[in-house]
């Protein structure tokens, strides 16, 4: 399930930059599209890390905190893109994004199982 979670995650990043591109070119049906896919890889997400909360939640409060701060990820994305489309500053949505990433990375990565540090 972790194969899953992780490509996920990298074609919604992938995506968030086809949306937020296609925005700024005036390309509306090539953005709303993406964003449309983009939507349907937030339930992969969703599934596939629900998945891992279940089979790992005997790790305490560091799998919460992590369960968390990927819903946060989540919705930074989505705000990002849904100020793109407005025409609204979105600077401290990209801010909030980068923060939960790194923060979902670094949880991920080097605290929880099947990270690259041992635990």
Not at 58 to 67: D, F, N, Q, R, T
Not at 69 to 80: D, H, P, Q, Y
Request: hydrophobic letters at 55%; proline letters at 3%.
């Amino acid at each position: 399930m972790a194969h899953l979670h992780i490509t996920s995650w990298v074609l919604a990043f992938a995506l968030i930059g086809l949306v937020t591109t296609f925005t700024r070119s005036g390309n509306e049906k090539a953005a709303k599209i993406s964003h449309m896919i983009l939507r349907a890889d937030y339930l992969l997400i969703l599934y596939s890390g629900g998945s891992l909360f279940a089979a790992y939640s005997s790790y305490g409060p560091l799998v919460i905190i992590k369960l968390l701060i990927g819903l946060w990820t989540i919705a930074a994305m989505e705000m990002v893109t849904v100020k793109y489309k407005k025409k609204k500053p979105a600077k401290s949505w990209w801010i909030q994004l980068s923060i939960a990433a790194i923060l979902a990375l670094i949880l991920g990565f080097g605290f929880l199982p099947l990270g690259v540090l041992p635990v």
